[in-house]
């Protein structure tokens, strides 16, 4: 994730957030509406115990303004904040909604195996813009 840099888009998602020191991306695979993953963009680190209090409270702060724009576009019943990292070390957070519907409620959002197709296009880049569009205004506050 350092090496990446910070791309408008990757093969997994699209930029919808890009703040002081995160990146987020909306997931382009199929697995859930309004998935996204935030990206610490700092030096490296692993784990959230390794920021600075400085940097942490960025980075919390940036991941909830993100969370409350997926909350009002996508109007989840609750949202997973996922903090992984047993494949990729490096700090990211997974932001999951969670909808009235789902396929395990009470428990973690079950992931499937393989790579499930992509989001219809359109509706996609819909909610990609419908974010962006959200997430600028918020920063006019």
């Known amino acids: 994730m350092c090496e990446q840099g910070r791309p408008q888009e990757t093969k997994h998602g699209v930029r919808i957030f890009d703040g ?27 784990e959230p115990t390794e920021l600075s209090p400085e940097e942490a409270t960025a980075y919390w702060l940036e991941l909830l303004r993100v969370g409350r724009a997926l909350e009002q576009h996508f109007k989840p019943v609750k949202m997973n904040y996922d903090l992984l990292g047993n494949s990729l070390p490096h700090l990211h957070t997974h932001m999951l909604p969670r909808y009235s519907d789902d396929p395990r409620p009470g428990w973690p959002f ?15 880049r819909a909610d990609v813009e419908a974010l962006r569009v959200l997430l600028a205004a918020r920063s006019s506050r």
């Open 20 to 46: 002081e020191v995160s990146d987020v991306y909306l997931n382009r695979a199929g697995i859930q509406r309004g998935y996204a993953i935030s990206i610490w963009r700092g030096r490296h680190v692993a």
């Open 110 to 124: 079950p992931f499937p195996e393989d790579d499930p197709p992509p989001h219809d296009q359109a509706r996609f």
